[in-house]
C-alpha cells in the first residue's frame, strides 16, 4: 500500500476535510440527576413518535440535550437506529439558544415514520421549547 494521506484512503478525496457532526459535549446532558431533574421538574411536549421534556436552566450557557431509549422499544439494533435518527433530525434542525435542559424520549413508532415527518417533529419540539423560554 502507497503511503498517503489516511483520509484520501478512507473516502477517495483527496484531503477531504471532516466535517463536525453532531452535537459537542458541553450541548449533551450527560448525568443521571439531571435527566432525573428534568423528568420530575420539567414540562412536556408530546409528538406522535416521541416525548419530549425540557427544562430551563438558571445557569448560563447554551442548551443540553439527552435522549432516553428505553429496552422496551426493542433490541439494540432498534434503539441505536433511534437514538441516530433523532440525532441527526435534532443537528438538521438545530437546538434553541437559550439555557435548556431536553431530553427526548421515542416511541416505537418512530422507527417507520419517514424521517421528513419525524424532522417536522422535531422542529415543532424545539419551536415549542423556544415559545417556553
Known amino acids: 500500500m502507497a503511503q498517503g494521506n489516511i483520509s484520501q484512503e478512507r473516502s477517495g478525496k483527496p ?3 471532516r466535517v ?7 450541548n449533551r446532558l450527560l448525568r443521571h440527576a439531571d435527566f432525573e431533574k ?3 421538574q420539567g414540562k412536556r ?7 419530549v421534556f425540557y427544562l430551563a436552566r438558571g445557569v448560563s450557557g447554551g442548551p443540553r440535550i439527552g435522549y432516553t431509549v428505553s429496552r422496551v422499544l426493542g433490541g439494540a439494533v432498534d434503539r441505536n437506529r433511534m437514538r441516530r435518527r433523532l440525532r441527526e433530525a435534532v443537528r438538521l434542525c438545530g437546538l434553541p439558544s437559550v439555557p435548556v435542559d431536553i431530553v ?10 419517514d424521517f421528513t415527518d419525524l424532522q417536522a417533529q ?4 424545539m419551536q415549542v421549547v423556544r415559545k417556553a423560554m
Open 45 to 51: 411536549h408530546f409528538a406522535a413518535s416521541m416525548t
Open 38 to 40: 428534568v423528568y420530575k
Open 104 to 113: 427526548v424520549n421515542p416511541k416505537k413508532t418512530l422507527l417507520t415514520v
Open 20 to 26: 463536525a457532526k453532531g452535537i459537542r459535549k458541553q
Open 15 to 17: 484531503n477531504s476535510p
Open 122 to 125: 422535531v422542529d415543532r419540539a
